[in-house]
């Protein structure tokens, strides 16, 4: 049972645009949510991350936004760049000093010039 | 190093060979995880590290995944008797601090290993 599910295998945007990857949870206990990206051939890179006790947390181009009630996040890039292409991966953990990440199975994001 | 290094970049294994993967962290990081990404599947946790102490290891699918540190900075993942479903990307990840602190986690590009 999938714990964490990005329902969006893949998304295209046209640059400069708004790209708006989205993320479901199930278990109720996570309490801290990650993004990583990821280019081929690489491992993953953190992006940005969340806290329960926020609804929304932003770094520049990238916003995270966090609906408890709903279990569901979203991260937000705008505007959206070529090289923002690359594989967007969920995460989520119960609590932030937490050692194992539950992963999603990640949206390819293609932003096209 | 400047990053996580992990060897050997690609393996291929016959059903029934033993395989280790290496993982060499960012110097003086104290935690070291392993995650296993199957096909089309995000990253699954499978142990952890805190300097040479495997302080988790309730991710390995089976008795044939070891992991050991011995001296608390190289890591060896190994797998017996591998089999057609341990095809996946064995990723290495390491972080400074031994408190797990998700976003600090750095990682490694991987192994990919195909069983055949």
């Known amino acids: 049972d999938q714990q964490v599910k990005q329902n969006s295998p893949s998304l295209s945007v046209q640059e400069g645009r708004i790209s708006i990857l989205n993320c479901d949870y199930t278990n109720s206990m996570f309490d801290y949510f990650l993004w990583y990206k990821k280019y081929p051939a690489e491992g993953p890179t953190f992006l940005i991350s969340i806290s329960s006790i926020k609804d929304k947390n932003e770094d520049g181009r990238f916003t995270v936004f966090l609906n408890k009630s709903a279990k569901h996040l979203s991260l937000h890039i705008v505007p959206s760049q070529p090289g923002d292409s690359a594989v967007y991966f969920c995460?989520?953990?119960?609590?932030?000093?937490?050692?194992?990440?539950?992963f999603g199975k990640g949206t390819k994001l293609s932003v096209i010039p | 190093g400047a990053g996580v290094s992990q060897s050997p970049r690609y393996k291929v294994a016959k059903r029934g060979q033993d395989v280790a993967l290496r993982c060499d962290p960012i110097?003086?990081?104290?935690?070291l995880f392993w995650y296993q990404q199957a096909l089309g599947q995000g990253p699954e946790f499978l142990t952890y590290f805190q300097n040479e102490a495997q302080l988790d290891k309730s991710g390995l699918p089976s008795d044939r995944f070891f992991a050991e540190r011995p001296e608390g900075s190289v890591s060896t993942l190994k797998i017996q008797r591998t089999q057609q479903e341990d095809s996946a990307v064995y990723l290495c990840?390491?972080?400074?601090?031994?408190?797990?602190?998700?976003?600090?986690?750095?990682f490694g590009s991987g192994t990919q290993l195909s069983v055949l």
């Open positions: 110097s003086g990081h104290v935690s």
């Open positions: 995460a989520a953990s119960v609590g932030a000093g937490s050692y194992q990440l539950t």
């Open positions: 990840a390491s972080s400074p601090s031994g408190g797990g602190t998700n976003e600090k986690l750095f």
